[in-house]
């Protein structure tokens, strides 16, 4: 589509405030947003999101360190933004969806790394959630799972024991102490249906969805 | 006794080309710690998920090979939802010294850690040397 002038990303900006002037079909007003402009305007105008509207352009000013007089306008068509089904637009609301689900489980965005230990990893099916942890050298009478609404805590201790006296060490990777990890769950479980088995060093803990948060067949009556 | 708190250590994985595996997947290198006294050498490994009968314990030569396989972990119709670890089999090699009595070599698995117990040959075993004076 048409461009008043192209966008330059490689160039450094020094503007700091920009404006976006968005046309839509369906409102006739024009949208105004303005905000600190990041290096790359074609980047900050392809942040926004208008949910259900058809965007016809967008007009992106810049203001040179916040003056008027400094004002470059930049003219693009977005044509990704639409209200038809488009499989990106899935594929974005998915990917925000897997986002959330990360931030719930406390690990910030995208990472899989916690830090604390045991590291978990969580499954689920249509009615439970599955939190499994590798734990080896756990003895089940030092381990403790307490559940309160919406989260369990993970508790325990390995204690690597001592070996008889006279003996040298060639290697000692193996690391013993206490543990505690908090784990928050998305849905609502059943407080009373929750149960933990501990077999060959892997701790799996069952979570039952409560009932409202079972997914629900819905058959259609035809008369 | 004031207990420390357990820092995460990520899995290690076995470099490639170093592990001979025939099973798609993941191969990590098990935490050990090894020690010895007067009559055995001994080798603790981690192996969370791996029972008793995925053992495969293989002494030749001076090489003692490690390898553990684990089940599928995840129910069938299990979906994951968040992972922060993933799972594998375990492989480690050694370098052992000739001196083991190879029959009397036992192996044991509990809650995820196998305990090996390599028996020194009786020619290993220390022995007072005489000094005779003449």
Not at chain 1, 23 to 47: F, H, V
Not at chain 1, 90 to 112: A, K, S
Not at chain 1, 162 to 169: R, V, W
Request: charged share 35%.
């Amino acid at each position: 589509m048409k461009r008043k002038k192209e966008f330059d990303n490689r160039r450094p900006h020094r503007r700091n405030v920009a404006s976006a002037l968005v046309t839509s079909r369906e409102t006739p007003q024009k949208l105004r947003l303005t905000s600190k402009c990041p290096a790359s305007p074609a980047l900050w105008a392809e942040s926004f999101t208008f949910e259900g509207l058809e965007i016809q352009k967008i007009v992106i000013i810049l203001f040179l360190q916040g003056n008027s007089k400094g004002r470059e306008e930049f003219e693009m068509a977005i044509i990704r933004w639409r209200t038809e089904p488009n499989p990106f637009r899935e594929i974005d609301r998915l990917r925000g969806e897997v986002d959330r689900l990360f931030n719930e489980f406390g690990g910030g965005r995208g990472t899989f790394f916690s830090r604390v230990y045991p590291a978990i990893n969580v499954g689920e099916d249509q009615d439970n959630f599955y939190i499994r942890a590798e734990l080896p050298g756990v003895e089940p009478e030092k381990l403790d799972i307490e559940c309160v609404e919406g989260s369990f805590v993970i508790r325990g201790e390995r204690t690597i024991a001592p070996e008889n006296a006279g003996i040298s060490y060639h290697r000692r990777e193996r690391e013993g102490g206490t543990f505690r990890r908090i784990v928050s769950v998305p849905e609502r479980v059943d407080p009373g249906k929750v149960s933990a088995d501990l077999k060959n060093g892997v701790l799996t803990v069952v979570l039952a969805k409560a009932e409202e948060a079972k997914p629900r067949k819905i058959s259609v009556k035809t008369t | 006794m004031a207990a420390k708190e357990i820092q995460l250590q990520e899995k290690k994985e076995v470099e490639k080309g170093a592990g001979e595996s025939t099973r798609p997947g993941f191969l990590f290198v098990p935490a050990v710690d090894i020690f010895e006294n007067e009559n055995e050498i001994t080798v603790l490994a981690d192996m969370p998920g791996v029972d008793g009968k995925s053992v495969d314990i293989d002494l030749r030569e001076n090489t003692l090979t490690i390898q553990g396989r684990i089940d599928r972990q995840e129910g069938e119709k299990e979906a994951s939802v968040y992972r922060e670890f993933n799972w594998g089999d375990y492989y480690r090699q050694f370098t052992i010294s000739d001196m083991i009595d190879r029959n009397k070599i036992t192996a044991k698995m509990d809650q995820g850690v196998l305990r090996l117990t390599l028996p020194k040959a009786e020619k290993a075993k220390p022995q007072k040397i005489m000094v005779t004076t003449g």
